[in-house]
């Protein structure tokens, strides 16, 4: 990898963390450790990272900008010089000046870590794929939380995410943290 390889942290804030319960777990329980050291790893290799967060409108909301749960979770919180876009969508393209940052810094590849797998990591892995840049997910640096479907019946949070990153093949190479580190290390 080198600087044309951009490392995409979405969405891992505290609101997520506050969400999970014994009745609604997430799939990856190590996902923001994982996503943590492939942050650290693509820092000591001089790569660039870049934070996407999402806020919403609704008071009491956990993304909402007044919660105490809009911040990002300690192991991937940004520092003061990455850059950090601001999203009310799913896509962290959409409404954001993160294309145009990518383009500008000559950035062609993005790996891709966060949550929810099914929601914004998608919609922004989706995006990415549409707009030429390459994608690569990585599976055991998400989180997926379940979903009830129109029927009732609630698909547990591991199937969500086997199905994000079904649907996700056609976007972007899906893989795990243990490859990237491993091409991390090559490119040294």
């Known amino acids: 990898m080198d600087k044309t390889t951009a490392l995409i942290v979405i969405d891992l804030q505290e609101a997520m963390r506050a969400e999970r319960s014994v009745d609604w777990p997430w799939a990856n329980d190590a996902a923001p450790d994982v996503a943590g050291k492939l942050l ?25 900008p007044d919660s105490p749960f809009v911040v990002a979770m ?12 601001i999203k009310t969508g799913s896509s962290g393209f959409i409404g954001t000046g993160l294309e145009a940052m990518l383009r500008q810094a000559g950035i062609s590849r993005l790996v891709i870590v966060g949550g929810e797998a099914n929601m914004c990591v998608e ?3 989706r995006m990415a794929g549409n707009l030429g840049f390459k994608a690569t997910v990585v599976a055991d640096a998400l989180v997926a939380f379940p979903r009830t479907l129109r029927d009732g019946r609630v698909m547990p949070p ?8 079904a649907n996700l093949t056609s976007f972007a190479r899906i893989t795990d943290s243990a490859e990237v580190l ?7």
């Open 40 to 64: 650290e790893a693509f820092r000591a290799s001089g790569l660039p990272v870049v934070h996407v967060h999402h806020n919403t409108d609704y008071p009491g909301d956990g993304f909402h």
């Open 74 to 85: 300690p192991e991937v919180a940004p520092k003061a010089e990455e850059p950090l876009f």
């Open 123 to 125: 919609s922004t892995t």
């Open 158 to 165: 591991q199937t969500v995410l086997d199905m994000s990153l």
């Open 182 to 188: 491993a091409e991390l290390t090559q490119s040294e």
